[in-house]
Protein backbone atom coordinates (compact mmCIF):
# COMPACT_ATOMS: atom_id res chain seq x y z
CA UNK A 1 0.00 0.00 0.00
CA UNK A 2 1.14 3.24 -0.99
CA UNK A 3 2.50 5.78 2.50
CA UNK A 4 0.09 8.34 0.91
CA UNK A 5 -2.86 5.82 0.97
CA UNK A 6 -2.04 4.69 4.20
CA UNK A 7 -1.87 8.36 5.94
CA UNK A 8 -5.08 8.85 4.24
CA UNK A 9 -6.60 5.29 5.68
CA UNK A 10 -5.13 6.55 9.32
CA UNK A 11 -6.57 10.27 9.21
CA UNK A 12 -10.27 8.95 8.12
CA UNK A 13 -10.14 6.22 11.27
CA UNK A 14 -9.20 8.79 13.68
CA UNK A 15 -11.40 11.14 12.34
CA UNK A 16 -14.20 8.41 12.36
CA UNK A 17 -13.33 7.64 15.73
CA UNK A 18 -13.82 10.85 17.59
CA UNK A 19 -17.34 11.84 15.44
CA UNK A 20 -18.50 8.55 16.83
CA UNK A 21 -17.32 8.81 20.77
CA UNK A 22 -17.42 12.53 21.14
CA UNK A 23 -20.86 13.59 22.72
CA UNK A 24 -21.88 17.32 23.44
CA UNK A 25 -24.46 18.36 26.02
CA UNK A 26 -27.32 19.82 24.58
CA UNK A 27 -28.11 23.29 23.78
CA UNK A 28 -29.18 25.68 26.51
CA UNK A 29 -32.34 27.48 26.43
CA UNK A 30 -31.92 31.04 26.58
CA UNK A 31 -33.01 32.62 29.81
CA UNK A 32 -35.28 36.02 29.84
CA UNK A 33 -33.45 38.65 29.91
CA UNK A 34 -34.18 39.58 34.05
CA UNK A 35 -36.15 38.72 36.77
CA UNK A 36 -39.45 40.52 37.48
CA UNK A 37 -39.24 41.05 41.33
CA UNK A 38 -41.57 43.72 41.30
CA UNK A 39 -43.88 45.99 39.44
CA UNK A 40 -40.79 47.98 37.99
CA UNK A 41 -38.72 45.21 36.77
CA UNK A 42 -38.78 46.86 33.24
CA UNK A 43 -36.74 49.85 34.62
CA UNK A 44 -32.98 50.43 34.16
CA UNK A 45 -32.10 49.42 37.85
CA UNK A 46 -28.82 51.69 39.46
CA UNK A 47 -25.53 49.49 39.06
CA UNK A 48 -24.11 48.07 42.45
CA UNK A 49 -21.02 46.89 42.90
CA UNK A 50 -21.37 44.18 45.20
CA UNK A 51 -18.04 43.15 46.52
CA UNK A 52 -16.86 39.26 47.10
CA UNK A 53 -17.65 39.51 50.81
CA UNK A 54 -20.83 40.29 50.31
CA UNK A 55 -21.76 40.75 54.38
CA UNK A 56 -19.38 43.79 54.70
CA UNK A 57 -21.91 46.04 53.20
CA UNK A 58 -24.13 45.47 56.31
CA UNK A 59 -21.09 47.54 58.01
CA UNK A 60 -21.46 44.87 61.30
CA UNK A 61 -17.65 44.56 62.55
CA UNK A 62 -18.75 41.35 65.10
CA UNK A 63 -20.18 39.76 61.78
CA UNK A 64 -17.07 40.34 59.80
CA UNK A 65 -14.52 39.08 62.24
CA UNK A 66 -17.12 35.70 62.69
CA UNK A 67 -16.93 35.17 58.59
CA UNK A 68 -13.35 35.27 59.40
CA UNK A 69 -13.13 33.06 61.78
CA UNK A 70 -15.96 30.89 59.44
CA UNK A 71 -13.18 30.15 56.31
CA UNK A 72 -10.65 28.86 58.53
CA UNK A 73 -12.59 26.68 61.50
CA UNK A 74 -15.80 25.28 59.54
CA UNK A 75 -15.39 21.42 58.94
CA UNK A 76 -17.93 21.34 56.15
CA UNK A 77 -15.46 23.64 54.47
CA UNK A 78 -12.48 21.76 54.83
CA UNK A 79 -14.06 18.50 53.88
CA UNK A 80 -15.40 20.26 50.54
CA UNK A 81 -11.57 21.38 50.39
CA UNK A 82 -10.17 17.78 50.48
CA UNK A 83 -12.40 16.57 47.56
CA UNK A 84 -11.32 19.14 45.75
CA UNK A 85 -7.80 18.54 45.65
CA UNK A 86 -8.81 14.76 45.32
CA UNK A 87 -10.43 15.68 42.12
CA UNK A 88 -7.47 17.52 41.04
CA UNK A 89 -4.87 14.33 41.58
CA UNK A 90 -7.61 12.93 39.55
CA UNK A 91 -7.12 15.05 36.40
CA UNK A 92 -3.48 15.38 36.99
CA UNK A 93 -3.21 11.16 36.86
CA UNK A 94 -5.98 11.16 33.38
CA UNK A 95 -3.80 13.93 31.78
CA UNK A 96 -0.71 11.36 32.83
CA UNK A 97 -2.72 8.63 31.13
CA UNK A 98 -2.26 9.95 27.14
CA UNK A 99 1.93 10.04 27.87
CA UNK A 100 4.18 6.67 27.41
CA UNK A 101 5.23 5.23 30.64
CA UNK A 102 8.76 4.45 31.44
CA UNK A 103 10.19 1.98 33.74
CA UNK A 104 13.33 1.02 34.70
CA UNK A 105 14.75 -2.33 36.27
CA UNK A 106 18.03 -4.20 38.12
CA UNK A 107 18.39 -7.40 38.49
CA UNK A 108 20.61 -10.76 39.25
CA UNK A 109 19.14 -14.28 38.85
CA UNK A 110 21.76 -17.13 39.88
CA UNK A 111 20.07 -20.55 39.09
CA UNK A 112 21.88 -24.03 38.80
CA UNK A 113 20.79 -26.83 36.38
CA UNK A 114 20.99 -30.32 37.80
CA UNK A 115 23.75 -32.53 36.61
CA UNK A 116 23.89 -36.32 35.30
CA UNK A 117 26.18 -38.77 37.21
CA UNK A 118 29.33 -37.82 38.04
CA UNK A 119 28.66 -34.48 36.25
CA UNK A 120 28.20 -31.48 38.96
CA UNK A 121 25.45 -29.00 38.74
CA UNK A 122 26.08 -26.38 36.50
CA UNK A 123 25.45 -22.95 38.49
CA UNK A 124 25.05 -19.48 36.51
CA UNK A 125 24.65 -15.95 37.28
CA UNK A 126 22.37 -13.69 34.78
CA UNK A 127 22.67 -10.12 35.34
CA UNK A 128 20.28 -7.14 33.72
CA UNK A 129 19.67 -3.65 33.29
CA UNK A 130 16.36 -2.84 31.84
CA UNK A 131 14.20 0.06 30.02
CA UNK A 132 10.77 -0.56 29.45
CA UNK A 133 8.43 2.03 27.69
CA UNK A 134 5.02 1.53 26.69
CA UNK A 135 2.30 3.80 24.92
CA UNK A 136 -1.41 3.74 23.74
CA UNK A 137 -2.00 5.60 20.79
CA UNK A 138 -5.39 7.65 21.50
CA UNK A 139 -6.86 7.22 18.46
CA UNK A 140 -10.62 6.96 19.43
CA UNK A 141 -10.57 9.57 22.16
CA UNK A 142 -10.79 7.23 24.74
CA UNK A 143 -8.30 9.10 27.04
CA UNK A 144 -9.11 12.74 25.83
CA UNK A 145 -12.42 12.17 26.97
CA UNK A 146 -10.89 10.92 30.02
CA UNK A 147 -9.17 14.31 30.81
CA UNK A 148 -12.15 15.64 29.73
CA UNK A 149 -14.62 14.26 32.30
CA UNK A 150 -11.59 14.28 35.18
CA UNK A 151 -11.39 18.49 34.10
CA UNK A 152 -14.72 18.50 34.34
CA UNK A 153 -15.18 16.69 37.59
CA UNK A 154 -12.40 19.46 39.44
CA UNK A 155 -14.13 22.03 38.18
CA UNK A 156 -17.34 20.40 39.48
CA UNK A 157 -15.75 20.29 42.93
CA UNK A 158 -14.35 23.67 43.07
CA UNK A 159 -18.02 25.30 42.20
CA UNK A 160 -19.38 22.78 45.25
CA UNK A 161 -16.72 24.45 47.48
CA UNK A 162 -17.29 27.76 46.88
CA UNK A 163 -20.98 26.74 46.43
CA UNK A 164 -20.58 25.50 50.08
CA UNK A 165 -18.78 28.51 51.05
CA UNK A 166 -21.28 31.07 49.82
CA UNK A 167 -24.02 29.11 51.82
CA UNK A 168 -22.23 28.70 55.22
CA UNK A 169 -21.37 32.28 55.19
CA UNK A 170 -25.29 32.95 54.36
CA UNK A 171 -26.46 30.53 56.91
CA UNK A 172 -24.34 32.44 59.37
CA UNK A 173 -25.53 35.72 58.89
CA UNK A 174 -29.16 34.40 58.87
CA UNK A 175 -28.19 32.96 62.34
CA UNK A 176 -25.97 36.19 63.25
CA UNK A 177 -29.52 38.27 62.26
CA UNK A 178 -31.80 35.63 64.39
CA UNK A 179 -29.45 35.91 67.91
CA UNK A 180 -29.80 39.88 67.42
CA UNK A 181 -33.06 39.62 66.62
CA UNK A 182 -33.80 37.43 69.89
CA UNK A 183 -31.69 40.06 71.86
CA UNK A 184 -33.52 42.46 70.49
CA UNK A 185 -36.69 40.57 72.04
CA UNK A 186 -34.90 39.85 74.85
CA UNK A 187 -34.84 43.40 75.56
CA UNK A 188 -38.66 44.12 74.65
CA UNK A 189 -39.73 41.75 77.50
CA UNK A 190 -37.51 42.77 79.63
CA UNK A 191 -38.87 46.40 79.45
CA UNK A 192 -42.17 44.65 79.55
CA UNK A 193 -41.80 43.01 82.36
CA UNK A 194 -40.93 45.96 84.34
CA UNK A 195 -43.79 47.58 82.76
CA UNK A 196 -45.74 44.83 83.88
CA UNK A 197 -44.28 44.70 87.72
CA UNK A 198 -44.90 48.02 88.42
CA UNK A 199 -48.75 47.85 86.75
CA UNK A 200 -48.76 45.10 89.55
CA UNK A 201 -47.45 47.04 92.74
CA UNK A 202 -50.26 50.15 91.20
CA UNK A 203 -52.84 47.35 91.20
CA UNK A 204 -52.02 45.89 94.25
CA UNK A 205 -52.34 49.29 95.79
CA UNK A 206 -55.23 50.20 94.48
CA UNK A 207 -56.85 46.80 95.88
CA UNK A 208 -55.53 47.40 99.12
CA UNK A 209 -57.03 51.26 98.89
CA UNK A 210 -60.37 49.02 97.87
CA UNK A 211 -60.70 50.96 94.60
CA UNK A 212 -60.62 48.02 92.44
CA UNK A 213 -61.55 43.99 93.07
CA UNK A 214 -59.20 41.34 93.44
CA UNK A 215 -59.79 40.09 89.91
CA UNK A 216 -57.32 43.46 88.72
CA UNK A 217 -54.40 42.25 91.36
CA UNK A 218 -54.70 38.67 89.79
CA UNK A 219 -54.91 39.60 85.86
CA UNK A 220 -52.31 42.09 86.84
CA UNK A 221 -50.10 39.20 88.00
CA UNK A 222 -51.09 36.48 84.69
CA UNK A 223 -49.67 39.19 82.48
CA UNK A 224 -46.60 39.51 84.63
CA UNK A 225 -46.11 35.71 84.39
CA UNK A 226 -46.80 35.54 80.79
CA UNK A 227 -43.76 38.05 79.81
CA UNK A 228 -41.36 36.47 82.05
CA UNK A 229 -42.10 32.93 80.62
CA UNK A 230 -41.91 34.23 76.97
CA UNK A 231 -38.52 36.24 78.49
CA UNK A 232 -37.20 32.72 79.57
CA UNK A 233 -38.18 31.37 75.99
CA UNK A 234 -36.20 33.87 74.34
CA UNK A 235 -33.19 33.74 76.21
CA UNK A 236 -33.05 29.84 75.47
CA UNK A 237 -33.62 30.68 71.85
CA UNK A 238 -30.90 33.53 72.01
CA UNK A 239 -28.23 30.22 73.89
CA UNK A 240 -29.16 28.08 71.25
CA UNK A 241 -28.66 30.21 68.39
CA UNK A 242 -24.99 31.11 70.30
CA UNK A 243 -24.17 27.15 70.16
CA UNK A 244 -25.61 27.24 66.37
CA UNK A 245 -22.31 29.86 65.63
CA UNK A 246 -20.19 28.23 67.70
CA UNK A 247 -20.67 24.72 65.69
CA UNK A 248 -20.30 26.58 62.36
CA UNK A 249 -17.02 28.34 63.10
CA UNK A 250 -16.02 24.58 64.32
CA UNK A 251 -16.10 25.58 67.96
CA UNK A 252 -17.13 23.81 71.34
CA UNK A 253 -20.05 25.74 72.37
CA UNK A 254 -18.16 26.28 75.92
CA UNK A 255 -15.27 27.63 74.01
CA UNK A 256 -17.02 31.08 72.01
CA UNK A 257 -19.29 33.32 73.39
CA UNK A 258 -20.80 36.49 71.78
CA UNK A 259 -21.19 39.49 73.77
CA UNK A 260 -24.87 40.87 73.56
CA UNK A 261 -25.53 43.33 71.08
CA UNK A 262 -27.74 46.71 72.00
CA UNK A 263 -31.22 45.40 71.63
CA UNK A 264 -32.86 46.67 68.72
CA UNK A 265 -29.75 48.93 68.03
CA UNK A 266 -27.98 45.96 67.29
CA UNK A 267 -29.55 44.68 64.07
CA UNK A 268 -27.95 46.58 61.65
CA UNK A 269 -29.44 48.82 58.68
CA UNK A 270 -30.21 47.78 55.54
CA UNK A 271 -27.62 48.01 53.12
CA UNK A 272 -28.52 49.19 49.45
CA UNK A 273 -29.28 46.55 47.31
CA UNK A 274 -30.96 46.55 43.65
CA UNK A 275 -34.45 46.21 42.61
CA UNK A 276 -33.89 44.67 39.17
CA UNK A 277 -31.33 41.86 39.34
CA UNK A 278 -30.02 40.38 35.54
CA UNK A 279 -30.61 37.32 34.57
CA UNK A 280 -27.07 36.97 34.30
CA UNK A 281 -26.24 37.00 37.66
CA UNK A 282 -27.06 33.28 37.65
CA UNK A 283 -23.79 32.33 35.86
CA UNK A 284 -22.02 33.82 38.74
CA UNK A 285 -23.59 31.04 40.68
CA UNK A 286 -21.75 28.28 41.93
CA UNK A 287 -24.13 25.27 42.10
CA UNK A 288 -25.17 26.24 38.61
CA UNK A 289 -21.45 25.79 37.45
CA UNK A 290 -21.23 22.56 39.59
CA UNK A 291 -24.21 21.14 37.84
CA UNK A 292 -23.27 22.34 34.23
CA UNK A 293 -19.57 20.62 34.85
CA UNK A 294 -21.13 17.35 36.16
CA UNK A 295 -23.32 17.25 32.62
CA UNK A 296 -20.16 17.92 30.66
CA UNK A 297 -18.33 15.16 32.72
CA UNK A 298 -21.32 12.55 31.87
CA UNK A 299 -21.48 13.48 28.14
CA UNK A 300 -17.87 12.59 28.11
CA UNK A 301 -17.75 9.14 30.22
CA UNK A 302 -19.90 8.10 26.49
CA UNK A 303 -16.85 9.38 24.93
CA UNK A 304 -15.02 6.54 26.58
CA UNK A 305 -17.73 4.07 26.77
CA UNK A 306 -18.11 4.33 23.27
CA UNK A 307 -14.55 3.99 22.52
CA UNK A 308 -14.49 0.45 23.93
CA UNK A 309 -16.16 -0.54 20.67
CA UNK A 310 -12.93 0.37 18.61
CA UNK A 311 -9.34 -2.06 19.26
CA UNK A 312 -6.73 -0.47 21.37
CA UNK A 313 -3.47 0.39 19.66
CA UNK A 314 -0.21 0.31 22.17
CA UNK A 315 3.70 0.87 21.33
CA UNK A 316 5.95 -0.90 23.12
CA UNK A 317 9.71 -1.24 23.67
CA UNK A 318 12.37 -2.27 25.76
CA UNK A 319 16.30 -2.54 25.74
CA UNK A 320 18.84 -3.15 28.12
CA UNK A 321 22.02 -5.31 28.72
CA UNK A 322 22.33 -8.65 30.41
CA UNK A 323 25.56 -11.00 31.50
CA UNK A 324 26.83 -13.09 34.25
CA UNK A 325 29.20 -9.98 35.51
CA UNK A 326 28.09 -6.64 36.74
CA UNK A 327 32.02 -5.28 35.72
CA UNK A 328 31.58 -5.89 32.13
CA UNK A 329 27.73 -5.73 31.83
CA UNK A 330 27.27 -2.65 29.45
CA UNK A 331 28.76 -3.80 26.64
CA UNK A 332 27.79 -4.34 23.28
CA UNK A 333 28.00 -8.22 23.35
CA UNK A 334 25.52 -8.43 26.22
CA UNK A 335 22.95 -5.39 24.69
CA UNK A 336 18.84 -6.91 23.99
CA UNK A 337 16.12 -4.79 23.00
CA UNK A 338 13.05 -5.34 21.30
CA UNK A 339 10.51 -3.21 19.64
CA UNK A 340 6.63 -4.19 19.22
CA UNK A 341 3.04 -2.59 18.04
CA UNK A 342 -0.08 -4.44 19.64
CA UNK A 343 -3.52 -4.37 18.69
CA UNK A 344 -6.77 -5.88 20.85
CA UNK A 345 -10.30 -5.99 19.34
CA UNK A 346 -12.46 -7.90 22.00
CA UNK A 347 -15.11 -9.62 20.02
CA UNK A 348 -17.18 -11.42 22.69
CA UNK A 349 -17.95 -9.69 25.75
CA UNK A 350 -21.72 -10.93 27.06
CA UNK A 351 -23.22 -7.22 25.80
CA UNK A 352 -20.72 -5.35 28.45
CA UNK A 353 -19.79 -2.54 26.31
CA UNK A 354 -23.28 -2.37 24.51
CA UNK A 355 -24.77 -1.66 28.71
CA UNK A 356 -21.62 0.23 29.49
CA UNK A 357 -23.01 2.87 26.34
CA UNK A 358 -26.25 2.57 27.78
CA UNK A 359 -25.64 3.55 31.16
CA UNK A 360 -23.32 6.49 30.16
CA UNK A 361 -26.18 7.66 28.33
CA UNK A 362 -28.91 7.64 30.40
CA UNK A 363 -26.15 8.92 33.45
CA UNK A 364 -26.10 12.03 30.95
CA UNK A 365 -29.78 12.06 30.55
CA UNK A 366 -30.20 12.32 33.99
CA UNK A 367 -26.89 14.98 34.80
CA UNK A 368 -29.11 17.24 31.69
CA UNK A 369 -31.93 16.56 33.95
CA UNK A 370 -30.57 18.04 37.37
CA UNK A 371 -28.32 20.99 35.68
CA UNK A 372 -32.14 22.18 34.03
CA UNK A 373 -33.85 21.86 37.57
CA UNK A 374 -31.11 23.24 39.27
CA UNK A 375 -31.85 26.33 37.12
CA UNK A 376 -35.63 26.32 37.17
CA UNK A 377 -34.74 26.18 41.26
CA UNK A 378 -32.46 29.11 40.89
CA UNK A 379 -35.18 31.08 39.40
CA UNK A 380 -37.45 30.31 41.86
CA UNK A 381 -35.07 31.17 44.34
CA UNK A 382 -33.84 34.58 43.38
CA UNK A 383 -37.99 35.58 42.09
CA UNK A 384 -38.92 34.61 45.97
CA UNK A 385 -36.37 36.69 47.27
CA UNK A 386 -37.24 39.89 45.17
CA UNK A 387 -40.56 39.20 45.87
CA UNK A 388 -39.65 38.79 49.79
CA UNK A 389 -37.60 41.64 49.68
CA UNK A 390 -40.03 44.51 47.97
CA UNK A 391 -42.68 43.28 50.56
CA UNK A 392 -40.97 42.94 53.31
CA UNK A 393 -40.16 47.01 53.25
CA UNK A 394 -43.88 47.11 53.10
CA UNK A 395 -43.99 45.36 55.98
CA UNK A 396 -41.77 46.99 58.10
CA UNK A 397 -43.41 50.47 57.17
CA UNK A 398 -46.80 48.99 58.53
CA UNK A 399 -45.48 47.22 61.64
CA UNK A 400 -43.79 50.45 62.69
CA UNK A 401 -46.91 52.23 62.20
CA UNK A 402 -48.96 49.61 64.15
CA UNK A 403 -46.17 49.57 66.95
CA UNK A 404 -46.71 54.02 67.74
CA UNK A 405 -50.25 53.65 67.54
CA UNK A 406 -49.96 50.68 70.13
CA UNK A 407 -47.78 52.80 72.16
CA UNK A 408 -50.39 55.81 71.93
CA UNK A 409 -53.34 53.57 72.79
CA UNK A 410 -51.07 52.08 76.09
CA UNK A 411 -50.94 55.50 77.37
CA UNK A 412 -54.63 56.60 76.80
CA UNK A 413 -55.32 53.26 78.72
CA UNK A 414 -53.13 53.63 81.67
CA UNK A 415 -54.09 57.06 82.40
CA UNK A 416 -57.99 55.97 82.23
CA UNK A 417 -57.22 53.01 84.58
CA UNK A 418 -55.05 56.08 86.71
CA UNK A 419 -58.25 57.58 86.75
CA UNK A 420 -60.37 55.02 87.55
CA UNK A 421 -62.68 54.88 84.45
CA UNK A 422 -61.48 51.73 83.02
CA UNK A 423 -60.40 48.01 84.33
CA UNK A 424 -57.02 46.30 84.33
CA UNK A 425 -58.89 44.12 81.60
CA UNK A 426 -58.10 46.97 79.63
CA UNK A 427 -54.16 47.39 80.28
CA UNK A 428 -53.59 43.97 79.76
CA UNK A 429 -54.88 44.26 76.44
CA UNK A 430 -53.47 47.29 75.98
CA UNK A 431 -49.74 45.97 76.78
CA UNK A 432 -50.11 43.17 74.99
CA UNK A 433 -50.86 44.94 71.75
CA UNK A 434 -47.81 46.68 72.16
CA UNK A 435 -45.48 43.31 73.29
CA UNK A 436 -47.03 42.07 69.78
CA UNK A 437 -46.85 44.89 67.56
CA UNK A 438 -43.26 45.48 68.45
CA UNK A 439 -42.31 42.01 68.52
CA UNK A 440 -44.02 41.98 64.84
CA UNK A 441 -41.82 44.72 63.84
CA UNK A 442 -38.16 43.03 65.13
CA UNK A 443 -39.55 40.10 63.03
CA UNK A 444 -40.33 41.92 59.53
CA UNK A 445 -36.67 43.95 60.26
CA UNK A 446 -35.34 41.05 60.29
CA UNK A 447 -36.68 39.35 57.57
CA UNK A 448 -35.94 42.02 55.43
CA UNK A 449 -32.23 41.98 56.32
CA UNK A 450 -32.47 37.87 55.45
CA UNK A 451 -33.99 39.14 52.25
CA UNK A 452 -31.51 41.20 51.64
CA UNK A 453 -28.61 39.50 52.70
CA UNK A 454 -29.83 36.50 50.17
CA UNK A 455 -30.01 38.73 47.49
CA UNK A 456 -26.38 40.11 48.02
CA UNK A 457 -24.92 36.49 48.47
CA UNK A 458 -26.03 35.52 45.17
CA UNK A 459 -24.66 38.64 43.84
CA UNK A 460 -21.56 38.62 45.30
CA UNK A 461 -20.70 34.61 44.56
CA UNK A 462 -18.25 34.05 42.57
CA UNK A 463 -16.72 31.60 39.94
CA UNK A 464 -13.70 29.32 40.86
CA UNK A 465 -11.02 29.74 38.75
CA UNK A 466 -10.84 27.56 35.76
CA UNK A 467 -9.52 24.14 36.40
CA UNK A 468 -6.06 23.39 34.49
CA UNK A 469 -6.23 21.17 31.06
Request: charged content about 15%; aromatic content about 6%; proline content about 5%.
Amino acid sequence: MPKTALASLTLALLLAGCAVTVQHPPAEAAPPESFRGSDEWQRVAPELAVPEAWWTLFKDPVLDGLQAELVVGNQNLAVALAQVESARAVLRASQSAIFPTLSVGAGTTRSANPGSGAVQRNVSTSNSLTANAAWEIDLWGRLAEGVKAAGASYRASQADLAALRLSAQATLVQSYFALRTAEAQQALLERTEAASQRALELTEARYAGGVVAQSDVLQARTQLRGVQSQLSDTRTQRAQLEHAIAAQLGKLPGQFRLLPGAGAAGLPELPPVPELLPSTLLAQRPDIAAARARQAAAYAQIGIADAAFFPAVNLSASAGYRGSSWSNLVSAPNLLWSLGAAIAQPILDGGQRRLASTQARASAEAATANYRQAVLTAFQEVEDNLVQFAESGAAVALQRDAFEAAERNLQIVLDQYRAGTVSFLNVSAAQTAVLTSEGNLLSSRSRQLVAASVLLKNLGGRLPAAAPQ
